[in-house]
Structure formats: C-alpha cells, structure tokens
C-alpha cells in the first residue's frame, strides 16, 4: 500500500524512545460534492465524523486503539498500533471507492464531530 495516497501514515519518535504513528489526510476534493449534500463542507473536522463512524459501523475493535486531532485543513488520527490506523486508512479508501459507505457514515456521523 502506498503511504502517500491518500492518506499518510508518519512514525513518530518521542523523547522517551517510545513509537506513535499519525495517519494524516488532506485530499478532500473527491469526495466534496458527497460531503456538500448532506450540508458539510469536506475538511479535517468532517472527516474526524466520518471517520468515527466508519470505526464505529466497520471495526469498533480498534476504537480504543485510536485519538484523533483534526484541523479544518487536515484530518489525523494517531496512536501506537500501527495496524488500527492502517485499518483506519482501509476504511478511508473504502469509503472514497463507494459513495454508499460514505453517504452511510456521514448519515451516522455524530453532528458534533462534524465542525
């Protein structure tokens, strides 16, 4: 899988020599029109709903497993299993693939998330 599309997954060293991984996104333009019809403007904090709800609907498993820290102009998730945000990613690019899971997630997405 390439890291560099659409979503980027980044490890993180801390002073404490511990490992913590950040999937950062910021395409926002393909799935817009999607987000523009439920009355959201496509962005960091719209994703952080979807995404939350994705995780939700498709993988509650890792939803301990996963912070979020969304800006208008990015979406990131992190943590230090690699694997959740890589499930995160897959459910990402799933979502941009077939409109009907993201129309799904944005109608389950909690309206606090999404600005």
């Excluded at 979406?75 to 694997?83: I, L, M, N, R, T």
Aim: charged share 25%; proline share 6%.
């Amino acid at each position: 899988m390439s890291r560099d599309a659409p979503a980027k997954l980044i490890e993180q060293h801390s002073n404490d020599h511990t490992l913590s991984y950040s999937l950062i996104f910021d395409d926002f333009g393909p799935t817009a029109a999607i987000f523009e019809e439920h009355g959201y403007e496509a962005g960091g904090y719209a994703w952080h709903g979807v995404v939350d709800a994705l995780v939700r609907l498709h993988a509650p498993e890792i939803a301990q497993k996963i912070n979020y820290d969304p800006e208008s102009s990015m979406f990131s998730a992190y943590g230090d299993d690699p694997a959740a945000l890589l499930r995160v990613d897959e459910l990402m690019r799933q979502a941009q693939a077939e409109p009907q899971m993201l129309n799904a997630a944005l109608e389950h997405a909690d309206p606090e998330l999404m600005d």
